[in-house]
């Protein structure tokens, strides 16, 4: 995507709630695509489907629906693929593993729960969209469930502190049909700054300078219609957005704060230390 297409909100705005505008989260879906295969994380996902592989003992995925929910939103689409079963397998059996009960196995083998640790206020829908199906593709094939006049999509592998009310109030404010998320992720590699022959600073990791997609979009309803097709292959992230950029009808959220994709076992276990050290950024939920 051309980022330089797209119209950006100043960061110094002071933006508006969702609320403000008459917009319940709660009654706004939120897609998120599940269907990868995680190949470049093999060390950590060859048995499992990315979306399951675990930050602190809970799939990437969990936290992801966490930090819409403490947002507001409640309402999610699953678009599956890759061993689509092991999702829904986490799912179904949610409460089992996170609760306190009692099995007598003389009767039905109803369990008996102490506690309710594991009750969430989400309604999930779980869609098979296929398994090497684009992720634009992935989006039309859930179309029949996203009823309202928008909806939020994001990929179901990276992580961040993003205020995902600040996206939505962004979109309203511009009134454009799409909006996406910018981050500025760390660079992998240290930066040299020098003077001759002579190295006067040595930053580690530091941030990319542009934009970057980190996913975290909203789109009105008419996206689906306006600018995605049947082909199977169809990449949201090349023609549909590339065209929807050109259109002038994409607007930029500024995202300045932690963000990382976890597309690589480096990146697992950097996520998975902050998480153990108690540092984890995006953790915007209360226990």
């Not at 689509?84 to 009767?107: H, M, P």
């Not at 989400?122 to 199906?133: I, K, N, P, R, S």
């Amino acid at each position: 995507m051309n980022t330089g297409d797209v119209t950006a909100l100043s960061t110094e705005t002071t933006r508006s709630s969702a609320a403000d505008a008459g917009v319940d989260p709660s009654e706004i879906p939120v897609v998120i695509l599940c269907g990868g295969m995680g190949t470049r994380l093999r060390e950590a996902s060859e048995k499992l489907p990315k979306p399951l592989v675990d930050i602190g003992g809970k799939p990437v995925l969990w936290h992801i629906m966490k930090t819409y929910g403490h947002y507001g939103f409640r309402k999610f689409v699953l678009c599956l693929g890759y061993k689509s079963d092991q999702i829904k397998n986490y799912f179904l059996a949610y409460r089992q593993q996170v609760s306190d009960f009692t099995l007598t196995l003389s009767d039905d083998h109803t369990p008996k729960y102490h506690n309710n640790v594991g009750d969430e206020d989400w309604e999930v829908t779980f869609a098979e969209t296929g398994l090497l199906t684009g992720t634009g593709a992935r989006l039309r094939r859930v179309a029949q469930y996203l009823t309202g006049p928008r909806f939020m999509i994001t990929y179901g592998d990276g992580v961040g502190a993003i205020d995902v009310s600040a996206v939505l109030a962004d979109h309203l404010k511009a009134g454009r049909i799409g909006t996406v998320t910018g981050v500025r992720p760390s660079s992998r590699y240290g930066e040299l700054v020098t003077e001759g022959n002579l190295v006067t600073q040595f930053a580690e990791k530091p941030p990319q300078t542009g934009w970057v997609s980190g996913g975290y979009f909203v789109f009105e309803r008419e996206f689906i219609d306006k600018y995605l097709d049947d082909d199977p292959s169809l990449m949201l992230e090349r023609r549909p957005l590339q065209q929807l950029a050109r259109d002038g009808q994409l607007t930029l959220h500024t995202h300045e704060g932690f963000w990382m994709g976890m597309d690589t076992f480096r990146d697992w276990t950097e996520l998975n230390q902050l998480w153990d050290a108690g540092n984890a950024p995006w953790k915007v939920w209360e226990d």
